[in-house]
């Protein structure tokens, strides 16, 4: 019984350690997905600011997530806050210039907040660092449409969808 009781103990012991091995190696991950979680929590419950302060620690904890960065960045425009969300990722393209997420959410920002140019020049640069980042893409699409080039703009929506069919964006502009 005793060893049996050791035996137990050690393998607790050992997958406990394993975990929180796993945990410090994914910190970022998991802070990351825990923010998220806790900001769209909070945006149900109507926490507008304790909301948003969790999508931007899910960012820094996290910088590539992808659904904090959307969320963040559309809420943060919702409250009429543009300008603190083209701040935001002006200062993540700086830290992180080779990430073509960080391009691309700072020129659809740009492009929301009526600077399409500047917004159509970081979009290309996401293109430049990744030719197969499909999101630049949707956003050229957006751009086109604003511009008032549907045919140029259902071009660059389609290829959004070639390079990524199951993406959310593949649809919406189509």
Not at 85 to 109: A, I, Q, T
Not at 149 to 169: I, Q, V, W
């Amino acid at each position: 019984m005793k060893r049996t009781t050791r035996i137990i103990s050690s393998v607790f012991l050992f997958l406990l350690l394993a975990l929180l091995i796993t945990a410090l190696v994914y910190r970022g991950e998991l802070l990351g997905y825990f923010h998220t979680r806790a900001g769209i929590f909070h945006l149900r419950k109507g926490n507008v600011e304790t909301a948003l302060h969790h999508l931007k620690k899910a960012i820094e904890a996290n910088p590539v997530t992808w659904e904090a960065n959307r969320n963040f960045k559309s809420w943060m425009h919702y409250f009429g806050q543009q300008w603190k969300v083209v701040r935001f990722y002006e200062e993540m393209v700086k830290k992180y210039p080779g990430e073509p997420l960080f391009h691309y959410n700072l020129g659809m920002s740009l492009l929301i907040s009526s600077r399409y140019e500047i917004g159509l020049n970081k979009l290309k640069k996401a293109l430049e660092i990744d030719p197969d980042y499909f999101a630049a893409y949707y956003g050229l699409g957006v751009y086109h449409t604003l511009m008032g080039e549907p045919k140029k703009a259902e071009e660059k929506f389609r290829k959004c969808r070639e390079l990524n069919p199951d993406s959310e964006l593949s649809y919406a502009g189509l």
